[in-house]
């Protein structure tokens, strides 16, 4: 089975702290992808890599950067966080396949005082 | 753009009835295609269904069945014989022909199934 694990299921943060959000996967796939999912608006892409060290912006990057130096790991970055980026946030993967199934993590809810 | 919209917040049901929950997305594309995802509480999202747009048949997963229509640009998904480990967050989600691999995804229905 495919496996997508995300490094922390809840964190609390302080406004402006640094915070890392890592991810996981095991099954070579070459497509990963961050959303953030707030109630009532879904899931929205944050960005995305479609292979090492190449990343594209998806509808809401501002305030988040990503780093993809190894195939299986995916991390999102937030600079410098802030209250209106309290969220739950989502990390997927897919290969290239034209099935486009996700295999979605189980999700990092972020809290940021 | 793609935009996808589920206008049902919430459903709620009795164990054992019928729902039907209702999407409708836009897209200028004629190649793309159709997801449903379920996201128990507290649990991973996962695939529960999926429809290619240049087949005209309905897609069918045990109880899980949609009914798509390309010209209205719907696509309901229909549980029957509801089960309580349905009680979920179930998202609509498109997808782009070959080559893409991003999906939009809806706002979610939650949808709770009563003993």
């Known amino acids: 089975d495919v496996k997508v694990t995300q490094s922390s299921r809840y964190l609390v943060k302080r406004t402006g702290e640094k915070v890392f959000l890592e991810c996981v996967q095991d099954?070579?796939?070459?497509?990963m992808f961050w959303y953030r999912q707030d109630p009532g608006l879904g899931l929205r892409l944050i960005y995305f890599s479609y292979d090492v060290k190449m990343k594209e912006k998806g509808d809401i990057p501002e305030g988040y950067s990503v780093s993809r130096e190894k195939k299986e790991r995916f991390s999102l970055i937030l600079e410098s966080a802030s209250t209106n980026q309290t969220s739950m946030y989502l990390c997927a993967s897919t290969g290239g396949e034209n099935t486009g199934e996700l295999f979605f993590g189980e999700g990092s809810r972020l809290t940021v005082l | 753009a793609q935009t996808v919209t589920q206008s049902q917040p919430e459903m709620s049901v009795q164990e054992a009835e019928t729902v039907t929950l209702s999407c409708t997305y836009d897209t200028s594309e004629n190649n793309y295609y159709l997801f449903w995802y379920k996201q128990p509480p507290s649990r991973q999202m996962i695939l529960v269904i999926r429809?290619?747009?240049?087949?005209?048949q309905n897609a069918t997963e045990n109880r899980f069945s949609v009914n798509f229509q390309k010209a209205a640009k719907s696509f309901s998904l229909k549980i029957s014989d509801s089960q309580l480990g349905d009680t979920a967050m179930y998202f609509c989600?498109?997808?782009?022909?070959?080559?893409?691999?991003?999906?939009?995804f809806g706002q979610g229905t939650r949808l709770t199934i009563n003993p």
């Open positions: 989600a498109l997808r782009r022909g070959q080559g893409a691999q991003k999906l939009v």
């Open positions: 099954m070579d796939h070459e497509n």
């Open positions: 429809q290619e747009a240049y087949k005209q």
